[in-house]
Structures are given as C-alpha cells and as structure tokens.
C-alpha cells in the first residue's frame, strides 16, 4: 500500500462543510468519490481540518492509501474530470507512510476577508463578508496583541465546540487594510469550532470604534462566549495553508498557490 497526501482547494459556497453528512452535500463526498472512480477501489480519505458550511479552503491537504498504481498527475487529472466546479485537487504526491494530514501538521493558517465599503459587490459575493460601516485597520490590530499567545479561548468558540481542551497557541494575528479590503490573517497549532469567526467579530466589534483595542484581553479574560461580539460570516473565511515539517517534502502554498482569478484573500500577499 502507498500513501498519498493531496492538496486540494474549494469553494465552500455550495456545500455543508467538508464533513461527510447523509442528507447534504460535502466536500468530502465528492472528493472521495472521484478518487474511487480513478482508483478503481473505495477509499477513505483523511483530511487536515474540517471547515464548515460556506467556508472555503485554498489549501486543503488530505492522505489516503491505496495499492493501486497511479501517479500523481493521473490522481489530479483524473479525479478534477469528475469533480465539480467548486473543487480541484491542486497537486498528489507519494509520503512516507507515518504521513497524517491532520496530526503531521505542525500549524494552520486562516485568512478572512472583510469587504469594507459603502456598496456591496457582485463579485465578491461569497467570497467575503460584507461590512459597510467604516473599519479601523490600526484599532483592530492594536487588539490582536490581546489575543496572540498561549491562551484559554473559551470566549471565541462555538458553544458546541466538542474539543477537549479551549487552550491553544496562537503565533500570529495580522490584520491589514488594501483598499476596500480589510484583511485578517490567523496562525496557530489548531483551532477551535469558529474560533477564527469570533476572532473576526470581535475585532470588528473594535474597528467599528463600539470598543477599545484592550477589550479583547477583557473577553478573554472572561472565558465566556456570551461576552464576546456575534460570529463572522462563514464567507470570508478561507482555509489557507496547512504547515508540515519539510522532511515530508510538500509544496508551501504560501508561494505557489496564489488564487488564479485574484481573490480578495489574495491581496494579502501584494
């Protein structure tokens, strides 16, 4: 048996959320299939993480092992042949066999983006949340000193967040206004359930000028939901880049896989 790892990126816009579900459509539904159909087997594929419905990824990254002999432009042209138009694997690859896309992953990257204007746009509906009344770049980031760190993040999950343990290590936070783009992106070992959408309301909650950038620490500190601003649209989030140690030999992301039609999380980058 082999192992392969696949990047793969998606528009979330028309699906539940990458999970398998009986009675909606997911990502993984129709990933799975299409690999079966180019491997000539079932297959069960394992993936990073697990956006919900409406969000996007830029790089998703899953593995599965099969004893069928295919390379790895026959995995990613043979299987975009039966996806749909939201979702293309961007590469495959062989990996060692100790290889686990979701606990080889040393840290995670998500970025979201606000459109920050009086009038909403047609193309970059779904894409982005909309928010017309003006956004403070400088009053948001002054806040994400708050937030970057070792910390409980019980306020900024969801209340049906399942994990173990509300801890995690956040290592960066950048907010960055271009244009009429404003620009949040997130960097930590792993996340909790819309953790990355109540961060996002949260810090508009202050570039809105409704609180002070040190509110952040106070709704931290208080390690309740309910304190904290409403969540963020699913739309303006976009899963980003999954980090692996090199020793895998994966692509970086970052660098090679710049959204092709330039969308608006993109502009990050410039």
Not at 74 to 100: E, Y
Not at 161 to 183: E, H, I, N, T
Not at 228 to 239: D, H, K, R
Request: aromatic share 8%; proline share 5%; glycine share 8%.
């Amino acid at each position: 048996m082999t192992r392969f790892a696949v990047g793969l990126e998606y528009d979330g816009g028309g699906f539940s959320g990458w999970q398998q579900q009986e009675d909606a459509p997911s990502v993984q539904q129709e990933v799975t299939a299409a690999l079966a159909s180019v491997l000539d087997h079932p297959v069960d594929i394992t993936a990073a993480g697990r956006t919900d419905a409406g969000v996007h990824a830029r790089c998703q990254v899953v593995h599965f092992d099969s004893g069928a002999q295919r390379t790895g432009r026959a995995l990613v042209l043979g299987a975009n042949s039966q996806l749909p138009a939201g979702i293309s694997l961007r590469w495959a690859f062989t990996v060692a066999d100790h290889f686990h896309a979701r606990y080889s992953a040393e840290a995670r990257t998500y970025r979201y983006c606000i459109l920050n204007r009086m009038s909403r746009s047609a193309l970059a509906a779904g894409r982005s949340a909309f928010v017309y009344k003006p956004l403070d770049a400088e009053r948001m980031q002054a806040a994400t000193a708050h937030l970057v760190g070792y910390h409980d993040f019980s306020a900024l999950r969801a209340a049906e967040c399942q994990a173990k343990s509300p801890v995690r290590d956040l290592s960066r936070l950048v907010v960055r206004r271009v244009g009429d783009f404003v620009l949040l992106e997130v960097t930590a070992n792993a996340f909790l359930h819309h953790m990355v959408r109540n961060i996002a309301g949260l810090l508009i909650h202050i570039g809105h000028g409704e609180a002070e950038p040190g509110f952040a620490a106070e709704v931290l500190a208080g390690r309740d939901r309910r304190r904290a601003p409403a969540t963020a649209p699913a739309g303006g989030l976009y899963l980003w880049r999954v980090h692996y140690p090199p020793v895998f030999g994966l692509p970086d992301d970052s660098d090679i896989m710049r959204c092709p039609s330039g969308c608006p999380a993109d502009l990050l980058d410039t």
